[in-house]
């Protein structure tokens, strides 16, 4: 993670924060610091940091795995909570879950605590074992897609857990729809995610390569579908299919690529991040987001900020975040119409150099620091609202922008 501060040693550095200021407990599963981390911990550090930047005392309780430190970084201080050294995915979810309650109750400072949601159920229903003031973060709600991967009732355990929570904040508008529907009596606000403001110092340009970034799960990501369309297009596109992260799929997308005979023109390149991740970006031709499911789709907007057009499936939340003028949406894991668009958006140049300057400028409306001043704005009035033994009203909501 770039911009970490390492001037001391962890155990001496401690958050400052004027005395009246709020200390906010967030409950985040992925640490920024951890490779192979998601979108989730990428909002995790920029809200934090900036809100320890104006005065907050903010400590994350994370997941422990090989090699974690605790201590303070850019203000915020990170707590490895779990059982074990968490060597992978699953022991680092089951410890984490275990050892949370008491984490919690340690931190009795705490006047709010905030619960990322995570997969596979979303919610652990935080509100059931703490009397202080919830906010739930919910930047995943995808526990149907799991139970239907697993055959395992995860759809259940989330519809329980989110109608414990009584303010929500969403990533987009089509989470909080879906929030609303389980819990018509929360108060769902909806703030969006921001992007790194050196994608847009990145210069405008025309590579050759198709580019999917993200956490490596063949399902879930649509990797599936994407090299199924790649199998039937790359003898026309002038470039190869690029894949950038890590996952516990990997293998199983790497096996598929052969089974497809296009392992030749797929590119694994790992996880990358900071100014890689916006070289790469800017370098590409296109930017595909296959996936079956999202709440927001950080990829698609930052590849709009790197001046590269997306194209994605037509699904609730990436509607959102790529209009007509930007890419393409085709239907809903149609594979052929897929491979359709990148045959025709590939040769494009003039379409491709347009798309990538109208998207530069709508993707100029994420901005963190707007996006971190709102997120403020409710937790301070959650945690006025439990002081006075008030609800969330529920109606017009206080922030309803997943934009700046």
């Not at 210069?203 to 399902?219: F, H, K, M, N, S």
């Not at 990797?223 to 790359?234: E, G, I, P, Y």
Request: net charge positive; glycine share 10%.
């Amino acid at each position: 993670m770039s911009g970490v501060d390492t001037g001391a040693p962890a155990s001496h550095r401690t958050p400052r924060a004027h005395p009246a200021a709020l200390r906010v407990l967030h409950l985040g599963f992925e640490d920024p610091l951890m490779p192979g981390s998601g979108g989730g911990s990428v909002r995790t550090r920029e809200i934090d940091r900036r809100l320890a930047a104006e005065g907050m005392a903010v400590t994350v309780l994370t997941t422990r795995y090989p090699g974690c430190v605790d201590g303070v970084y850019e203000g915020v201080r990170y707590e490895h909570v779990g059982i074990g050294r968490g060597r992978n995915r699953l022991t680092r979810l089951l410890g984490y879950l275990a050892a949370l309650p008491v984490a919690v109750r340690r931190h009795a400072e705490a006047d709010l605590v905030v619960e990322d949601f995570l997969p596979p159920f979303s919610s652990a229903a935080v509100p059931l074992w703490t009397r202080r003031p919830v906010v739930g973060m919910v930047q995943w709600l995808h526990a149907r897609e799991k139970a239907r991967q697993y055959k395992l009732p995860f759809h259940l355990i989330e519809r329980a857990a989110v109608r414990t929570h009584r303010r929500l904040v969403a990533v987009s508008h089509g989470t909080a729809e879906r929030l609303t529907a389980m819990n018509p009596r929360a108060s769902v606000q909806v703030i969006g995610n921001g992007v790194d403001p050196g994608l847009f110092a990145e210069p405008a340009q025309l590579g050759r390569d198709v580019l999917c970034i993200g956490r490596l799960e063949l399902e879930g990501k649509g990797l599936d579908l994407l090299l199924r369309a790649w199998a039937q297009v790359h003898h026309r596109v002038d470039g190869d299919l690029v894949i950038a992260g890590r996952g516990p799929d990997e293998a199983r997308v790497r096996q598929l690529a052969e089974r497809l005979g296009v392992a030749a023109r797929v590119r694994f390149v790992g996880w990358v991040s900071g100014p890689d991740k916006a070289r790469l970006l800017a370098s590409s031709r296109l930017v595909v987001v296959p996936s079956r499911a999202e709440t927001f789709g950080i990829v698609a907007v930052e590849a709009l900020a790197a001046a590269t057009p997306v194209v994605a499936f037509d699904i609730p939340c990436l509607r959102e975040v790529v209009p007509p003028a930007c890419g393409r949406l085709v239907p809903p894991f149609d594979v052929a119409a897929l491979a359709t668009q990148l045959a025709a958006l590939h040769p494009d140049r003039d379409l491709m150099l347009a798309m990538g300057a109208a998207g530069r400028a709508f993707a100029a409306g994420y901005d963190w620091d707007v996006l971190a001043r709102r997120q403020a704005e409710v937790y301070r009035l959650s945690v006025t609202a439990s002081r006075a033994g008030t609800s969330p009203r529920r109606g017009r909501p206080l922030l309803s922008d997943a934009r700046p």
